[in-house]
C-alpha cells in the first residue's frame, strides 16, 4: 500500500515522503497513530505541490545568499576598539561584533553564529574571517582591527 507520511517516521522516512508498506503495518500502526495518510491521486498532487513549493524557496534562500555573498566576498570590515600601547586590546573581537559591522555594511541581518572568526581576536591587526550563508555558501572577508 502506498502512503504518505504526515510526520517522520524513524523505520521508515521524512515528512511528507510516499514510500510503500504491507497493508498490515499500514492499517494497524501507522493510520491509528496518525503517522501517515493513504496516498490517493489527491493527497499525491497535494505532497507533489508541497515539494515543489518546498523547492523553490529553497531556491529563492540560495540566490539571496549568493547574492549576499557576491556583496560581502572580499570587503575590508573595519572594527575600531580600545586597546593598550603594547598592541593589545582591552577584551577581544567578537562574532557578534563582527556580525553587526556586516549588517551595517550589507543592509541584510546577519547572525553572530555564522560568523567565523580565526581564534579569539586579541590585538590591533589584519585578519581573514568568513561567514556562512547557506549550506556551502560560504563568503570571505578581511577583518581589520584598528585603535580607536
Known amino acids: 500500500m502506498k502512503i504518505i ?3 517522520d517516521v524513524k523505520t521508515i522516512g521524512k515528512k511528507d ?3 510503500e508498506v504491507s497493508d498490515g503495518y499500514a492499517r494497524n ?3 491509528p497513530r496518525n503517522l501517515a495518510a ?3 491521486a489527491a493527497a499525491l498532487n497535494q505532497a507533489r505541490t508541497k515539494s515543489e513549493a518546498k523547492a523553490h524557496h529553497e531556491a529563492e534562500a ?3 545568499a549568493e547574492e549576499l555573498a557576491a556583496k560581502i566576498k572580499g570587503q575590508v570590515v573595519t572594527a575600531k576598539v580600545k586597546g593598550g600601547a603594547s598592541g593589545k586590546l582591552y577584551g577581544k573581537v567578537t562574532g557578534k561584533e563582527v556580525a553587526e559591522l556586516l549588517t551595517a555594511l550589507t543592509g541584510t541581518e546577519i547572525d553572530k553564529k555564522k560568523v567565523e572568526l580565526p581564534s579569539a581576536i586579541k590585538e590591533f591587526g589584519s585578519y581573514d574571517a ?3 550563508l547557506y549550506a556551502g555558501i560560504v563568503a570571505p572577508f578581511k577583518l581589520k582591527v584598528e585603535e580607536l
Do not use: C, M, T
Request: glycine share 6%; charged share 30%; net charge positive.
Open 5 to 7: 507520511l504526515k510526520q
Open 17 to 19: 515522503e510516499i514510500h
Open 29 to 31: 500502526f501507522l493510520f
Open 38 to 40: 493513504p496516498a490517493d
Open 62 to 64: 540560495r540566490g539571496a
Open 130 to 132: 568568513s561567514v556562512r
